[in-house]
């Protein structure tokens, strides 16, 4: 038999991988009468058993097998959501700091740039006295209503208006705007301890009126003539508009320069609003 | 925001599953497979590295390990193929062999030393001491003979891990265990475990 037929044949048959019997009589027979044969046999059998049974078998150290299982085990539903949380809050201590002062700076952002927080107070409570232009500019479109005042001069002219306030003393520039859908009606110069003061008023086609009661701001500090109360000058001031409705009359105080301006009529208060609150 | 969350809990699920069968398949072969890395490596650490990375890439690949197949072959390719990267790595120069001096010091014990002597003075060698001489195999004979004789795996899957013939496996098989008889025997020469006429 050819060696390399002989050695392959006698590992299988040391490895019991031999299937086919005519192979497993030959070998068999082999070393029955081989003595050199039996001596390779006895050698290779041994070497099988001293690897088998004398080999030290060594445990994964519980370190390593505990490394693994960590490394591969996923984590169940509350470690994630427990490690998602505590991740957001301590595992990148960096990443937190800068969260952080983000949300610090949004927060600053949102209050500074937040748009002015408009408090319309009821100042028409406010105003009292003979003296007072909010006072005096209802009571006066009231009398205009009843006829009880009536302008002195009656013009749709803004220029006739203008010559006719500056005639008749007034100090101050007055402002005429001028208006698609009123018209000017008249003026009026009132008289307040020595100081004169303009008045006109517009009409439309249905005949609503729109009244205008106007004074430098003046007349309200130094040459203190007139009076509103300080919250609604300061108010006015800071260039707000105050409007007031009440028994289909709406009242509206701006300022347009140096000029307080009182508006007082019986259209809508939402076109008074959108109207008069600004002058120009 | 919560599409993720969603997201996350699905693959979870998923990966849990995985586990749990992984768990159920592989584990139980991961002391054959430490002790297989240490034969190899003859490192603790080496081997506990290369356990883990066997352990991590077939993970990985597990949903794509077809189940029934033969998991603890399976495992030791995944390693083979793991160890060949790092070998390649540490690019280690292959051990000479002198074959034809090994056959010579062979027939020279087979004509002084009867088989049963022989037998006592090997089992009086320490078990530590048969590890080193194991480990000092040359990888090719040592592979064979710890998936063989250890490991117990059949012929077909030697030849599938070591990648030839299984008439190939036969003949390293016989050539590895004459070679580790002739370096026992030099072993216990060496430390008296033989008596000399």
Known sequence: MEQDKLEKLLTAYVDEEISDPSQL???????????????DYEVHHLMKLVVKQRLKIHPVPSKVLK???????????????????????????????????????????IIFNRPPQIIVEDFSAEQKGSDNMFVQARINFQNILKGNLIPQIVSDNPEEIKSFFLKEGVKYQIILPEYDK??????????????????????????????FFQADE?????????????????YLEKGNCYDTYESGIGTLMTKTGKNIIAVVSNISSYELKDQFCKIN | MFYPIILAVDVLEEQSKLYSSFEKEALPHMD?????????????????????????????????????????????RVMRNAYINISRKKSKEPQKLDFDEIEKFYKKIKSSTDSSQMEKEIFKILDDE???????????????????DIENFSYEEIADFVDCPVGTVKLRLFRARKMLFTKLHKYSDKL?????D
């Not at chain 1, 309200?220 to 007139?226: D, P, Q």
């Open chain 1, 25 to 39: 009589n030959e070998i068999k027979n082999l070393i029955d009468k081989d003595q050199n044969v039996k001596y």
């Open chain 1, 67 to 109: 490394r693994i299982i960590r490394k591969i085990k996923p984590v169940s539903k509350t470690e994630y959501f427990k490690g998602f949380i505590q991740g957001i809050f301590s595992a990148k201590p960096l990443m937190v700091f800068g969260t952080t002062i983000i949300i610090i700076l949004a927060m600053i952002l």
């Open chain 1, 182 to 211: 009123w018209k000017l009606l008249g003026a009026i110069v009132s008289v307040d301890r020595g100081e004169k003061f303009a008045h006109h008023v517009y009409t439309d086609n249905e005949g609503k009126l729109i009244y």
């Open chain 1, 218 to 234: 003046n007349y309200f500090e130094k040459n203190k003539i007139l009076n509103l109360s300080e919250g609604l000058l300061e």
């Open chain 2, 32 to 76: 054959a497979l430490y002790n297989f890395a240490l034969r190899m490596t003859g490192n603790r650490d080496e081997a506990s590295g290369l356990l883990q990375e066997t352990y991590l890439r077939s993970f990985r690949f597990y949903d794509k390990f077809e189940t029934r197949t033969n998991c603890k072959a399976w495992l030791f």
């Open chain 2, 130 to 148: 048969l590890s080193e001489v194991v480990s000092s195999l040359p990888e090719d004979f040592r592979i064979v003979i710890v998936l063989c």
């Open chain 2, 192 to 196: 008296g475990y033989i008596k000399k």
